[in-house]
């Protein structure tokens, strides 16, 4: 029997606000726990939320980024039900007339393009934080995070495997990205993601029971999570007990592997939906959402088309480079500055990358490394230039990487130019020449490998400062003579 997977995700993602969404508390990731907090957001009877107007303009830029209809008339709705995090008791979120429906977002997979339909993007205020000490059998609340902003995005069940889950993850975090809607830091919780998940014969069109998954912070849990899932449903599905598959949240343990029951899954009648009576509905106008459309920048898909025709990249180049906002734009200036495209693009994704994974916060690469576009360009032009070979400019953007010091400065303070004086050249050559004749025998009888072990020896003598490609040419000319 033929089984298929359906899935469906549900994602919150902060969006970029200095305050929360319905008072002036900051939204400043990190701060001292309960630090960031006022009546309003700590629902203290008597105050009254008023809403922010930017939440509103970020939640359209989105709505338009992911080709949504933009509801020129919605309101806000209380979703009512206890948890500590919560300290209203209710959350203000939308119910049945959200600010963006339907939408798209295209995945590439397997070399084809894909459209994932949404289903709606509504705005919300996110909980508090719970932190659970184990060892002292205590859980305290930290209501920095009550009152985020938030937008949630629902798709529709248009997966068909975990592995295009996360392909539309990674896509949808690139638009928020560069639309400046949410920095998206999975990592700091500014972009979150629930999956629903069941299982049908393959052909059937009705939908069976799912399963929402919580607890996924990161592509590559998300990945395992509905692998393990998608398995067990398989295994209940394939012995005739499809029946105990029920509808439920279970939570993503990654230490045991494994998807854990939490609760049974909510309908919407449990939340007792009403409007919002201490909030007017939101009226957006024409002009209002033209305006947003003139300030979104150029998004992924179309940098993508401008860097294949600009800057002549494999497209796998490109992915890796647009993957990251940072490291997008961090290529393009040092690019302006003059260095080759080809020749910026292998020294970003070889030896930055290389550097940028020691980097501990993920999401402050360019904010917290000390190689700038100007740094890298310097470097790469002393090589061009013959002033330092590639296997010292490595070891130069490692220091700079450290110190913050320009390429001129390191090559000057340890004495790295290369060599490229001939004079200097043909002394090293001759001693190498002198202590191996037995290299030139060998070259003489037609092992061409041997001048191969040479040219090492001259690298080795000049501590790697021969010019390689004036040592080589010199190198070969010597060899000639004393093989005459």
């Known amino acids: 029997m033929s089984l298929e997977t359906i899935i469906g995700l549900e994602i919150h993602a902060e969006l970029k606000t200095k305050s929360k969404i319905f008072c002036s508390c900051s939204t400043e990731f990190g701060a001292e726990p309960n630090h960031n907090t006022c009546p309003i957001c700590l629902g203290i009877p008597g105050t009254l939320p008023v809403l922010n107007e930017?939440?509103?303009?970020?939640?359209?830029?989105?709505?338009?980024?992911?080709?949504?209809?933009?509801?020129?008339l919605s309101k806000m709705d209380r979703k009512n039900y206890f948890y500590p995090d919560l300290p209203k008791a209710y959350q203000i979120s939308q119910f049945d007339i959200p600010i963006c429906s339907g939408g798209y977002v295209e995945i590439s997979i397997n070399g084809k393009t894909k459209k994932?339909?949404?289903?709606?993007?509504?705005?919300?205020?996110?909980?508090?934080?719970?932190?659970?000490?184990?060892?002292d059998g205590v859980s305290l609340i930290d209501y920095n995070?009550?009152?985020?902003?938030?937008?949630?995005?629902?798709?529709?069940?248009?997966?068909?495997?975990?592995?295009?889950?996360?392909?539309?993850?990674?896509?949808?975090?690139?638009?928020?990205?560069?639309?400046?809607?949410?920095?998206?830091?999975?990592?700091?919780?500014?972009?979150?993601?629930?999956?629903?998940?069941?299982?049908?014969?393959?052909?059937?069109?009705?939908?069976?029971?799912?399963?929402?998954?919580?607890?996924?912070?990161?592509?590559k849990e998300l990945q395992k999570a509905l692998e393990k899932e998608e398995k067990r449903q398989n295994a209940l599905y394939s012995l005739g007990e499809q029946l105990e598959i029920k509808q439920e949240t279970r939570r993503w343990d990654s230490t045991r592997g494994e998807t854990i029951p939490m609760r049974s899954k909510e309908d919407a009648h449990d939340y007792r939906f009403f409007p919002e009576p201490d909030l007017l509905p939101i009226i957006?106008?024409?002009?209002?959402?033209?305006s947003i459309k003139r300030s979104i920048p150029e998004m992924p898909r179309e940098k993508k088309t401008r860097f294949i025709s600009e800057y002549g990249l494999t497209e796998r180049e490109i992915d890796i480079i647009l993957d990251n906002k940072e490291l997008a734009s961090f290529y393009e200036e040092t690019v302006a500055l003059g260095t080759n495209s080809k020749t910026a693009?292998?020294?970003?994704?070889?030896?930055?990358?290389?550097?940028l994974k020691e980097v501990d916060d993920e999401a402050d690469l360019f904010t917290s490394i000390k190689v700038t576009p100007k740094a890298l360009y310097d470097l790469i032009k002393l090589i061009e230039d013959g002033k330092?070979?590639?296997?010292?400019?490595?070891?130069?953007?490692?220091?700079i990487f450290k110190t913050g010091m320009s390429a001129t400065e390191i090559v000057n303070s340890k004495g790295l130019f290369q060599i490229s004086n001939t004079y200097e050249l043909e002394q090293i050559i001759t001693e190498v020449l002198d202590t191996n004749p037995q290299s030139i025998s060998d070259f003489t009888s037609g092992k061409t490998?041997?001048?191969?072990?040479?040219?090492?020896?001259?690298?080795?003598?000049?501590?790697?400062?021969?010019?390689?490609?004036?040592?080589?040419?010199m190198l070969y000319i010597k060899l000639k003579e004393r093989c005459k």
């Open 449 to 473: 490998q041997a001048s191969g072990f040479l040219m090492g020896q001259v690298m080795k003598l000049s501590k790697g400062k021969a010019n390689p490609k004036l040592a080589k040419e």
């Open 116 to 135: 994932i339909k949404l289903n709606r993007i509504h705005i919300e205020e996110d909980a508090g934080k719970l932190v659970h000490l184990e060892a």
């Open 145 to 219: 995070r009550v009152g985020i902003p938030l937008i949630e995005i629902v798709t529709e069940p248009d997966f068909r495997s975990p592995e295009e889950a996360v392909i539309f993850l990674k896509e949808l975090r690139s638009i928020l990205q560069y639309g400046e809607i949410s920095d998206c830091r999975m990592e700091q919780g500014s972009m979150r993601c629930d999956a629903n998940i069941s299982i049908r014969k393959l052909g059937d069109t009705a939908l069976n029971t799912k399963v929402e998954i919580k607890n996924i912070n990161s592509f």
């Open 284 to 290: 957006i106008t024409q002009e209002q959402i033209n």
């Open 54 to 72: 930017e939440v509103i303009k970020l939640a359209i830029k989105a709505g338009i980024s992911l080709n949504c209809e933009i509801n020129k």
């Open 345 to 355: 693009a292998n020294w970003i994704l070889g030896d930055m990358l290389r550097l």
């Open 388 to 399: 330092i070979s590639s296997t010292t400019g490595r070891d130069v953007l490692d220091e």
